[in-house]
Nanobody
């Protein structure tokens, strides 16, 4: 089966940066898009960023555009989320997701449009 594994989370201070990685493994597969979501305690899962199959289309939620950058390295089957100017409100578990059926083309902000999920990596930003 396809597995997605996030890494790179940690504890940082406000204004610092982190780069998250999501490595895909298992059977060979193609994806229409990959994305990052996050979920903080007591809050619903929130769209963070998405990237199309060739990396030419990127999308961001909330105030993340300008601070966060999503990218892919297809040769390594890995997607990244570069997070700069982190804020305490960015504290959450960050999940990567893959769309294998094209449903994200309907709406890339909807978590149910993605088919595979990692287990998450914790990001904590202190003030």
């Amino acid at each position: 089966q396809v597995q997605l594994v996030e890494s790179g989370g940690g504890l940082v201070q406000a204004g610092d940066s982190l780069r998250l990685s999501c490595a895909a493994s298992g059977r060979a597969f193609t994806v229409y898009a990959m994305a990052w979501f996050r979920q903080a305690p007591g809050k619903e899962r929130e769209f963070v960023a998405a990237i199309g199959w060739n990396g030419g289309h990127t999308y961001y939620g909330g105030d993340m555009q300008g601070r966060f950058t999503i990218s892919r390295d297809r040769a390594k089957n890995t997607e990244y989320l570069q997070m700069n100017t982190l804020k305490p409100d960015d504290t959450a578990i960050y999940y990567c997701a893959a769309d294998l059926y094209g449903r994200s083309y309907i709406d890339y902000r909807i978590s149910s449009h993605y088919d595979y999920w990692g287990q998450g990596t914790q990001v904590t930003v202190s003030s």
